[in-house]
């Protein structure tokens, strides 16, 4: 996901520098804003880090204690920036939700404290339980932050989408999913089983980010049509969807219904990783061919001004060959992938690389007219 997000970054530089010479927009507020948070995010991290190794070194219970708080701030930090990407409170330029200043900046210190309270309780606690707290005061803790913070939450998404909105459906979809979170909150405090808690969280966090980078990629774009914007888009939810798929099969397979053992799960999980980076991969340089082609022969392709007959066969041509070669390519990118993919799984691709050989003879023999009428076309 980080380098989904250094990727927005980029393309929303590139929109802005074309920004400036058309017109004023949201580009260069989105991708300023959004370099300095990387930024923040970057520093921070190295001064806790540097802290941490310098500063408490030993294995003492005020060492934890304090490595507990240091990191505990890195990750309200880092939350409470994503927070401000997308309600950004007095720019509303930049902003990726339609929503007023105040009711901007409500939500966003309502989401400060809540994250606040809740990332503090998540890293002190375990600290605490180890140097003697009793369980079942903990639990009862966080069975009451929880509910809390949810309330909390929910009332922050009501300021952000009060009725009659467009937003309405997106808001219903946020409150949804803060129920949901509760709920299944109680019941791993109950269980003090969090495995559960943990994928659906997960799975909540990649949709989120995806939506984060969507929005981003729309705004930085300016109302201009770029290609490299549109294939990043698709690629983050490609790439979210295979995310979220991940953690489903474990949450259900796993955790759930028990359908294989966590040992098990242990031992197949690098493959299925591995064969769903794969995938993402090779659909992103699908995309990026697609986009790459679209940039470099767009004004090629175009419609040729009346009477320039030679540049009218020159984008005869292009219009001819471009779609068969960039299907050409993306496919065999696809198809490689696929295979890679299917053989982190474990599944033996010999046969179904011999019957792809086969299939390819056939077809070649069978599209030579279909060939030599493209090719005798060009020329």
């Known amino acids: 996901m980080g380098a989904l997000w250094v990727v927005a970054a980029l393309i929303v530089?590139?929109?802005?520098?074309?920004?400036?010479?058309?017109?004023?927009?949201?580009?260069?507020?989105?991708?300023?804003?959004?370099?300095?948070?990387?930024?923040?995010?970057?520093?921070?991290?190295?001064?806790?880090f540097v802290a941490v190794r310098i500063l408490f070194p030993n294995d003492m219970p005020l060492d934890h204690l304090s490595v507990a708080v240091i990191w505990g701030f890195f990750r309200w930090w880092t939350a409470v920036r994503f927070v401000a990407v997308v309600l950004r409170p007095g720019v509303p330029k930049a902003r990726l939700i339609p929503a007023s200043d105040s009711a901007a900046?409500?939500?966003?210190?309502?989401?400060?404290?809540?994250?606040?309270?809740?990332?503090?309780?998540?890293?002190?606690?375990?600290?605490?339980?180890g140097g003697g707290l009793q369980a079942p005061a903990a639990?009862?803790?966080?069975?009451?932050?929880?509910?809390?913070?949810?309330?909390?939450?929910?009332?922050?998404?009501?300021?952000?989408?009060p009725r009659g909105q467009s937003q309405q459906s997106l808001g219903l979809v946020?409150?949804?999913?803060?129920?949901?979170?509760?709920i299944v909150w109680t019941a791993s405090v109950l269980a003090l089983e969090f495995s559960t808690y943990h994928s659906v969280v997960f799975c909540l966090q990649a949709m989120g980010g995806a939506f984060i980078l969507d929005r981003i990629l729309v705004v930085g774009a300016n109302g201009m049509v770029n290609p490299y914007a549109v294939a990043a888009r698709r690629v983050v939810w490609l790439a979210?969807?295979?995310a979220v798929t991940f953690g489903l099969t474990k949450l259900m397979l796993v955790q759930l219904f028990h359908v294989i053992s966590p040992a098990t799960w242990s031992r197949v999980q690098p493959g299925y990783a591995n064969a769903f980076l794969i995938t993402a991969t090779g659909f992103a340089i699908y995309e990026g061919i697609k986009a790459w082609a679209k940039v470099r022969?767009?004004?090629?392709?175009?419609?040729?001004?009346?009477?320039?007959?030679?540049?009218g066969k020159v984008a005869s041509r292009l219009a001819t060959v471009m779609p068969i070669t960039v299907g050409f390519g993306g496919s065999l990118v696809l198809v490689v992938a696929i295979i890679l993919a299917l053989s982190e799984l474990g599944i033996s691709v010999g046969p179904l690389i011999a019957g792809a050989g086969i299939i390819g003879l056939a077809?070649?023999?069978?599209?030579?007219a279909l060939i030599r009428d493209v090719i005798s076309g060009l020329f």
């Open 139 to 161: 639990r009862a803790l966080a069975l009451v932050i929880g509910v809390v913070e949810g309330a909390i939450v929910l009332v922050a998404l009501r300021i952000l989408f």
């Open 105 to 129: 900046l409500s939500a966003f210190r309502l989401s400060a404290i809540v994250l606040g309270v809740g990332i503090s309780f998540i890293s002190i606690v375990p600290v605490l339980l």
């Open 240 to 242: 979210t969807a295979l």
């Open 297 to 311: 022969f767009g004004e090629a392709l175009a419609v040729p001004t009346p009477g320039d007959e030679q540049t």
């Open 13 to 48: 530089g590139f929109n802005t520098k074309r920004a400036r010479s058309t017109a004023e927009g949201a580009a260069i507020q989105v991708f300023q804003l959004l370099l300095r948070d990387v930024l923040s995010v970057v520093a921070l991290f190295v001064g806790a």
């Open 363 to 368: 077809f070649s023999f069978g599209a030579q």
């Open 174 to 182: 946020l409150k949804c999913a803060v129920v949901a979170v509760i």
